[in-house]
């Protein structure tokens, strides 16, 4: 619900947040959008292992198969690609080849966090010489390192090749991410695996417009966590006269689209298995939304990340697939009707990714 204060902007609490922010991901009911059009919609997918995506659109949509988006990579027409936050996502070609540009600041101070590594290298020609290599035939991170080194011996390899991926729209060519096909990972230009000219970056004020439709409201920072960008304030104030705005309940300006959902508090949320990483739990600055302040960080412990379990909306526990069956931790005591509701989406789920191979599904440990 909203309420007005004598702020004036209207005050959006955590569960009105919360329910806008699942609709929009398309987490409070199953869409029968497209694998494509969902990957779009949501402006890329975490993609930093291979199964991701794939648990991402099984919790988001209808009648979706794993077999349809490794068609789509196969195709080529989507791609995995270093773009948000340095990290690898799914993006559409239309998109890999625009957001990739728009986030090259980004890029470019990740690779001053390795120039101790890069003293006497000439970026320019690096990247010359990387687009050389993997154009000429796909390469490993480990050809590309050799390769670099041999050209810059006394440089640090690590930093050569993090100097290549940043410089250069590298994308991770097939049958790598696909569903039960993957490789290791080899990679070449996005220009050259799609067979299209290098883009113009998109208009950050777009990028503002299509990350509130997938995230939103959202704050200036929320954009900035999302995007790994700085200096974003000005294009939110070019929209604002397109744009509703609101206060979270700690005063924070809060921008959205005056046409996107933002329903009833009280909407009933299903449970939903999400993968690690996903989007839907990095993309704000403020993550109350969906994570409650007493289980922040406990997704992950020491390099080991769990896959997240959302009850009501929220983060409530942790699974993951071991010895046969789809293990559940909850963090805290479910009812009966929670249980049952969890157990039939966790079947439901592995019905979707697992076919005739389903696994049982239990209630354990999967933390430590």
Not at 333 to 340: N, S, W, Y
Request: glycine residues 6%; positive net charge.
């Amino acid at each position: 619900m909203t309420k007005t204060t004598s702020a004036a902007a209207p005050v959006l609490g955590t569960r009105a947040l919360n329910r806008a922010t699942l609709e929009r991901q398309s987490l409070l009911r199953r869409t029968p959008l497209s694998a494509k059009a969902a990957v779009e919609h949501l402006v890329g997918l975490q993609a930093q292992e291979v199964k991701p995506p794939y648990y991402a659109l099984a919790a988001r949509l209808e009648g979706f198969g794993p077999e349809e988006l490794s068609g789509l990579l196969e195709r080529r027409e989507l791609v995995r690609i270093v773009t948000m936050r340095s990290t690898i996502h799914l993006h559409t070609a239309d998109d890999a080849l625009t957001l990739r540009p728009l986030v090259q600041p980004a890029r470019d101070r990740e690779i001053g966090y390795f120039r101790k590594g890069l003293v006497g290298v000439d970026l320019d020609r690096l990247a010359v010489l990387a687009r050389d290599l993997v154009e000429e035939e796909p390469r490993t991170m480990k050809e590309l390192r050799e390769a670099l080194s041999a050209r810059w011996p006394d440089a640090d390899p690590q930093a050569l090749a993090v100097a290549a991926r940043c410089k250069l729209p590298l994308v991770q060519i097939t049958p790598r991410g696909m569903w039960g096909r993957s490789a290791q990972v080899r990679l070449t230009t996005a220009e050259r695996w799609l067979d299209r000219p290098a883009e113009p970056a998109a208009s950050p004020d777009t990028t503002v417009l299509r990350y509130l439709a997938a995230f939103g409201p959202a704050s200036v920072k929320d954009f900035q966590t999302w995007s790994g960008l700085t200096r974003t304030r000005p294009a939110f104030e070019r929209l604002r006269p397109r744009l509703l705005t609101f206060r979270d309940e700690n005063g924070v300006e809060l921008f959205d689209l005056p046409d996107a959902p933002r329903p009833d508090p009280d909407t009933p949320a299903p449970p939903r298995f999400l993968p690690e990483f996903d989007n839907l739990l990095l993309s704000h600055a403020d993550r109350t939304r969906v994570i409650p302040p007493a289980d922040r960080g406990r997704t992950w412990q020491a390099n080991t990340f769990y896959c997240p379990l959302l009850v009501d909306g929220f983060l409530a526990g942790v699974w993951r697939i071991v010895d046969g069956a789809l293990v559940v931790e909850p963090f805290r005591e479910l009812t009966g009707r929670q249980r049952a509701q969890v157990a039939e989406e966790g079947a439901r789920m592995l019905g979707t990714l697992h076919g005739e191979a389903a696994l049982e599904v239990r209630f354990g440990t999967v933390i430590g």
